[in-house]
Every structure is written in structure tokens, then in C-alpha cells.
């Protein structure tokens, strides 16, 4: 898409203001079925870091994470932020654990709210 949802644009703004991460949502992208929970781009971050940390061979690129400047907060978002998220692969969603993923609203070309079941057997 080259111009993002407005709806969707909303629901990410929401998102931010609240600074809450209870809104389940399923994306599609080129490529792929995006599915999970959003959270504000902070909060993100800061997971994507302490995972980094984490990894003696990663540690170092946590920094990118934490140094940016937070978004002003009248600034409308321009991506989602995924965490407990999966990319639907037929009847499975990996990885089975969930992961965080960061999608471009423009990219989202068919969006519903809630997670979309999936088999992983």
C-alpha cells in the first residue's frame, strides 16, 4: 500500500498512547501473514534489546535499540510493533514462541483484529 490504513493508523496510535500492549492483530505483507500482539514502540525496543544483551555475540547491537530518540508523541506512526507474534506458515505459526517483528503500516495491505489461529502439530 502506498498510503497506510488510516483506521490502522489509529489503532497503532492508540497503541503508543496507551502504552499498552493487549491488541492482538493479524497482517498481511508481501510474503507474508503477520500474527500477534502489538506493543508501543518503546516497549518493543526495550524487549528487542534485553534479548541482544542477552547473546555475547549480540550484546553490542542492543545499543541501537536504546540510543534513538523517542518519537514525539503527537507523531503518527509509520510502523507496528509486534511482539508474541508469528509468521503463519500454512497450518503453522513460527517460531513456536513467539518473536518481534516491526512492519511498516504502508506495507499492510489486508489487516484483522485478533490472532489467527493456527496448528502447530
Known sequence: MSHPDDLLVDIAAR??????????????????????????????????????????????????????????????????HFHLARILQGSFGIPDTGGMYRVALADVSAWTVGDIGYSDQ
Open 15 to 80: 497503541v503508543e498512547s496507551e502504552h499498552q500492549s493487549h491488541m492482538s492483530l493479524t497482517v498481511v505483507v508481501p510474503g507474508a501473514v503477520i500474527t500477534g500482539r502489538l506493543a508501543p514502540e518503546a516497549l518493543w525496543k526495550e524487549r528487542v534489546a534485553e534479548v541482544l544483551r542477552g547473546s555475547e555475540q549480540l550484546a553490542s547491537f542492543s545499543a541501537a535499540f536504546t540510543s534513538a530518540q523517542p518519537s514525539a508523541p503527537t507523531a503518527r506512526p509509520t510502523h507496528l
